[in-house]
């Protein structure tokens, strides 16, 4: 039985070594339930957090349904995390996106899984600018067609520890003394704590309201990204100039990121997501799974 004393079922992840996924293992594990997951390498440290919360670990790659499958035998309720946010060597988005969600389906349907619970993305859909949020879309649409028990979640920006975005701007505010925004800052933007994003995927596995719905998930406060800027200086009380770089120079800034670098700094692909802006109403997250968005500089005081 996991920590917390209840036992609830068993949950299968997809990423639990993941940003999302070491947060939302913690609070299942916390509430009771029993953890099987699915990490790329059973030695990262990120596995040994997952231990450390009683999980069951199995080793294993989203491109294998068999072994997909044979990790989740037995589990009541299967989460797929699995994303990639740009295309490392070896990987596109059709694949991890799509073949991986594939894969994630046809293993939950196998097992047996009576709810399959789906991380997407604010903005996905057919006509999206970019791959990214195309092959998300078709992601989702695979997921509606499976004939499971789904929840669709489609987050804004999500701010927390251990996520690239928050280290990365934390590390600027604490050590630059001029922070560089790419063109204005003012596209608007709406940032949810991985927190919030936890609770939801917790508070949808065993509640009928949530059963095959599409959720946007977004924080309480709408900000361009200058302001969310000021909202980290302000917490960690720190003074800083802002330098808007232009976008003539940021963009073959991102393509050569792209070309050269392993883990690029920015793509083009994420400059376009960034510059047309993250925002929706999370109503229906509210009035389903009774979600009330912890405010920015709450959650940002919480990283301190």
Known sequence: MQPGGNDKGTVFITGAGGFVGRNL??????????????????????????RSLG??????????????AAAARGCDI????????????????????????????????????????????LGAGPDAETEYL??????EEAVRASGLAYTIFRPSLIYGPGGDFTNMLFKQVRTLPVIPVPGNGRYRLQPVSVFDVAACFAGAMENRKAVNREYEVCGPEVMDYNQLVDAVCRVLDKKRFKAHVPLAVVKPMARLSQRLMSRPLLTPDQLKMLLAGSLCASDTVRQDLGLEPMPLDEGLRLLI
């Open 25 to 50: 293992a913690s609070r299942l594990a916390s509430g009771g339930y029993r953890l099987r997951c699915l990490v790329r390498n059973t030695g990262e440290p990120e596995a040994d957090y997952l």
């Open 55 to 68: 999980a069951e670990l199995a080793a294993g790659d989203i491109m294998n349904a068999d072994a997909i």
């Open 78 to 121: 299967f989460i797929h995390l699995v994303g990639i946010i740009f295309e490392p060597r070896g990987a596109t988005f059709e694949q991890i996106h799509v073949r991986g969600t594939m894969n994630a389906l046809a293993a939950a349907t196998v097992t047996g899984a009576h709810r399959y619970l789906h991380m997407s993305a």
């Open 134 to 139: 195309r092959t998300k879309w078709s992601a």
